[in-house]
């Protein structure tokens, strides 16, 4: 059960003349990625309501390159339309592992991460990271037959056994948790609620903005009400890019502007209703 769960050129040469239109006549080659036509968003496709695969082409859907009849769909992929029509350039999803994505764009297999991906310093120092077009936290589940369901405070999680998403913000707070027990955390976010599912740990990190349909899916789940929160924990979701390209991050960054947060909460509760059972 899905649920809320990145061979071409990479950064312009810099002796390119930024007067000169590219092969589709719009954006000069500074302003480019890529070939300039294609947009290869990075992805899991596997982490709804950011992102997700489906079968059929749809209104909100983008083909996933790598993988046979299959398309993206969520609100990566909402905003990486965005950009793709603001770069005069056609969006097609690149299915990878999430660990992955930032070597991906690195190496040249992508183009651009929308992966519900936050900035870190550490990623910073491989990329260049748009403004946040979505401002997540994170939250902790657990069964409600479980005696940390009556928990107020993330203290009363002392002992207890906590598990994440592998490389994400969701599996870096646990540690901020007295004395718990770190869990493996899991590659993909689905595995991390199949785990506390089956019973494999007492609790799971969790985006916030994703409870209330996780609980839906899952109502012998709760969200503990606690009177503190882990600290720096907002989870922003910033594009990623290849570093030295200051004018396409420009142009990325007017494009997500562009994007209201009324309309970012709308493309987000059709994405929460659209998602996978």
Not at 54 to 63: K, N
Not at 149 to 169: E, K
Not at 207 to 230: A, C, I, R
Not at 250 to 255: G, T, Y
Request: with cysteine; net charge negative; aromatic share 6%.
């Amino acid at each position: 059960m899905m649920v809320l769960a990145g061979c071409g050129p990479a950064a312009q040469d810099d002796t390119t003349d930024t007067g000169t239109s590219d092969k589709t006549g719009g954006s000069s080659a500074a302003e480019a990625l890529g070939d300039g036509t294609t947009l290869r968003v990075g992805m899991e496709a596997a982490y709804a309501p950011y992102n997700w695969q489906v079968s059929a082409a749809g209104d909100t859907t983008i083909p996933i390159d790598n993988v046979d009849g299959a398309f993206a769909d969520g609100y990566d992929v909402q905003i990486a339309k965005r950009i793709a029509e603001a770069l005069g350039m056609e969006p097609v999803a690149v299915k990878l592992s999430f660990d992955g994505l930032v070597n991906a764009l690195n190496n040249g297999q992508i183009d651009i991460i929308c992966a519900g991906m936050s900035t870190t310093p550490e990623r910073a120092q491989s990329a260049d990271f748009s403004d946040s077009y979505l401002d997540d936290d994170i939250v902790l589940v657990v069964r409600q037959d479980s005696p940390y369901a009556s928990a107020t405070t993330l203290a009363d999680f002392a002992g207890a056994s906590v598990m994440g998403q592998a490389a994400t913000l969701l599996d870096d707070v646990i540690d901020q948790i007295p004395d718990v027990n770190h869990m493996t955390p899991a590659e993909t976010v689905p595995l991390v609620v199949e785990n506390l599912a089956r019973g494999t740990c007492d609790a799971i990190t969790f985006s916030k903005m994703s409870v209330p349909q996780l609980l839906v899916n899952y109502p012998d789940f709760v969200q503990p009400s606690l009177t503190d929160s882990f600290t720096d924990s907002v989870m922003p979701d910033n594009a990623a890019i290849a570093k030295g390209q200051e004018a396409v991050l420009a142009k990325i960054n007017e494009a997500i502007e562009a994007v209201s947060a009324d309309e970012r909460q709308q493309i987000w509760t059709d994405c929460m209703e659209r998602q996978p059972a």
